[in-house]
T-cell receptor
Framework: GIQVEQSPPDLILQEGANSTLRCNFS?????LQWFHQNPWGQLINLFY?????KQNGRLSATTVATERYSLLYISSSQTTDSGVYFC??????????WGAGTKLIIKP | DAGITQSPRYKITETGRQVTLMCHQT?????MFWYRQDLGHGLRLIYY???????DKGEVPDGYVVSRSKTENFPLTLESATRSQTSVYFC????????????FGNGTRLTVT
């Protein structure tokens, strides 16, 4: 099956810093999504991005499908950005395969 | 309230007991999903449903049963709970359309003693 690797596993930054999170996947996919799990456990969908680039405020994501990776950019980090960021991929929206996540801590 | 609601938020049960986790969504989404989240594993799909009365197995279905008699409800039953089923369980739903985002409930933390 498809393997998903996220890096780095942990990231600690000061408020205001920028960050780049990476997701590598082992096979062609037609579905890739980024999620944020906040410190209270809530999961929020950030992007559906099987290819190309999208932006939503301070967050943007780029997927290079031919090279099997996706990047999530967070600019001007805020403490509310803390949590775990997950990449999930699949060949349909049923069997999404999830990465282990990147734990982000933003210090004030 | 609109959205997706899971109950209970916390549950402690004993090995061998049957326990049902509830999931209710108010969007009339066609698709519903049950995931479990364990440390170091991300989320793993247990069961999913494409519509009322249509369910299918995910990655880790053993020991679980689901039903979907109504579009808005998707209960998950552990027929005989085991300690390995201690986990956080998330229900999710989405509308039809490949780019429809998954919406998650707040999760149920289940402990099997």
């Amino acid at each position: 099956g498809i393997q998903v690797e996220q890096s780095p596993p942990d990231l600690i930054l000061q408020e205001g810093a920028n960050s780049t999170l990476r997701c590598n996947f082992s096979d062609s996919v037609n579905n890739l999504q980024w999620f944020h799990q906040n410190p209270w456990g809530q999961l929020i969908n950030l992007f559906y991005i099987p290819s190309g680039t999208k932006q939503n405020g301070r967050l943007s994501a780029t997927t290079v499908a031919t090279e099997r990776y996706s990047l999530l950019y967070i600019s001007s980090s805020q403490t509310t950005d803390s949590g775990v960021y997950f990449c999930a991929v699949g060949d349909s929206n049923y069997q999404l395969i999830w990465g282990a996540g990147t734990k982000l801590i933003i210090k004030p | 309230d609109a959205g997706i609601t899971q109950s209970p938020r916390y549950k402690i049960t004993e090995t061998g007991r049957q326990v049902t986790l509830m999931c209710h969504q108010t969007w009339s989404h066609s698709y519903m999903f049950w995931y479990r989240q364990d440390l170091g594993h991300g989320l793993r799909l247990i069961y999913y449903s494409a519509a009322a009365d249509i369910t299918d197995k995910g990655e880790v279905p053993d020991g679980y049963v689901v039903s979907r008699s109504k579009t808005e409800n998707f209960p998950l039953t552990l027929e005989s709970a085991t300690r390995s089923q201690t986990s956080v369980y998330f229900c999710a739903s989405r509308a039809r359309g490949e780019d429809s985002p998954l919406h998650f409930g707040n999760g149920t933390r289940l402990t099997v003693t």
